[in-house]
């Protein structure tokens, strides 16, 4: 975690704590603020109304919010924050990267920092220290960042890692053959040799997902390494019913998954509202259905759609749409719990026991391959942009910026080893990198070794 951050202290009238992430980065800048002005009425043009006393009692609970994410902050979300705490005596924390907004076309606001600060009179403070990435990778940052930024910026590495560990190379091939046949070799090496977890080495790609991964997904599949592409079930398992669906499932593996269990139970409580004195009513009913769920999944028949609904009933749809609004709108919520189904039984193919299933659906030996936008927030021990070229990039003329920081997500994914890959020719066109070649002059003054593998 690293970057600029600004922070102003308050006083904390009461206990609560909220927490708002508008999205999953981890490099990020710090803003904080004592809230001291008037409450704005914008957000009543979102069909939404408070009243005095719901906004007294939202204030009365929560004297620390947290905003994370707050350089992809859209105008909706930032209209309700203000509404809500804007003049309260709570203390208001806003975290992000200016140089990660890459969420522009999903609107965010293009200068969230700056409305925060005027708002909010916040102050700053600079986090300096990268928990992630190796020496290497952050002296490469640090270079990248101050050639963006128009200034020197100095960060440090963290101390867990030796001041010689990491690399980021450039490799440079005639074509896609020859770059999934050195690919997939290396990679196979990284997981028997340097004892890799699949799980840890991604695949990025700017776009089509599906069209730059093809070969490489097929040669690693040669070499018995699996790989997929993570959209269907990041979709998934982002959604608020799978942690607990998840649970379920464990519990029935084994019963005396601790986390598991104070996970369910929570979650039930908090679909119901119920206090923690009411858990134990809770526990013995999650105990009979787990029961039941046991002797279903123990049969060779059972169909994993009737088994997901009979847990979303178990939480009670009706609580599920109250509590969460997304699952009001239209046949949504069961939508995904038959998608939800579908990739269950993909997964239990050959009548795999339920643990096996489950590992195969979380993805455990796959190697993940995904763009760099459904990327933000995850880090992995290596990590492979295809495609450093203008075709990938095609929008770079028309917003700069915003693909620069695209480019600098993607490098600030690894933690101990970063390639990008081009090809003089892809998809039997010619390759051109003349409109991104400031990426590759940015990387070269930083340092990185561009190598042509024949």
């Given amino acids: 975690m690293w970057d600029i951050s600004r922070v102003t202290v308050g006083a904390a009238a009461h206990k609560g704590r909220c927490l708002f992430s508008f999205s999953r980065v981890v490099t990020r800048t710090l803003y904080s603020s004592v809230s001291g002005q008037a409450i704005p009425s914008t957000f009543g043009r979102f069909g939404v109304s408070i009243t005095p006393f719901l906004l007294k009692a939202i204030r009365s609970t929560y004297s620390h919010v947290f905003l994370d994410e707050f350089q992809d902050t859209t105008f909706p979300q930032y209209d309700l924050v203000k509404t809500l705490f804007l003049g309260s005596s709570s203390i208001i924390t806003a975290v992000g990267d200016a140089k990660q907004r890459i969420m522009g076309w999903a609107g965010a606001m293009p200068y969230a920092f700056d409305q925060f600060k005027k708002d909010y009179k916040a102050k700053e403070l600079e986090l300096i220290i990268n928990y992630r990435s190796a020496p290497t990778l952050v002296n490469i940052q640090s270079s990248i960042i101050s050639e963006m930024m128009g200034r020197e910026v100095k960060v440090r590495h963290s101390d867990h890692w030796e001041d010689e560990e990491g690399s980021c190379n450039i490799w440079i091939f005639n074509n896609e053959q ?165 990739l269950l039984k993909e997964a239990h193919k050959g009548n795999q026991e339920l643990k096996e299933t489950l590992d195969e659906f979380l993805g455990k030996d796959f190697i993940p391959i995904m763009s760099i936008h459904k990327s933000k927030g995850l880090e992995f021990d290596t990590v492979i942009l295809l495609g450093l070229e203008d075709d990938a990039f095609w929008n770079y003329k028309n917003n700069k910026d915003e693909e620069l920081f695209t480019f600098f997500v993607a490098l600030s994914r690894a933690k101990r080893r970063m390639i990008f890959t081009g090809c003089a020719t892809r998809f039997t066109y010619k390759q051109s990198r003349q409109n991104i070649f400031y990426f590759y002059r940015l990387l070269h003054n930083a340092g990185v070794k561009e190598e042509k593998i024949e």
């Fill in 178 to 342: 020859e770059e999934v046949k050195k690919l997939s070799k290396d990679i196979k090496s990284w997981i028997q040799e340097e004892n890799v977890s699949p799980r840890d080495i991604c695949i990025l790609t700017r776009m089509s997902v599906e069209k730059y991964s093809e070969l490489l997904i097929k040669e690693l599949k040669n070499l018995n390494i699996r790989s997929r592409i993570e959209e269907p079930w990041q979709e998934l398992l982002s959604e608020s019913f799978m942690p607990s669906v998840l649970d379920i499932f464990s519990l029935v593996i084994d019963s005396r998954n601790e986390e598991s269990w104070t996970r369910l139970v929570s979650f039930i409580r908090y679909l119901r509202g119920e206090l923690e004195s009411e858990s134990y009513t809770i526990e013995r009913e999650i105990d009979i259905f787990l029961k039941g769920m046991k002797k279903e999944l123990q049969s060779k028949n059972f169909d994993f759609y009737a088994i997901l609904q009979k847990i979303i009933s178990f939480f009670d749809i009706a609580l599920l749409k109250n509590t969460f609004p997304e699952y009001t709108r239209g046949n949504y919520l069961e939508n995904q719990i038959f998608k939800t189904a579908q």
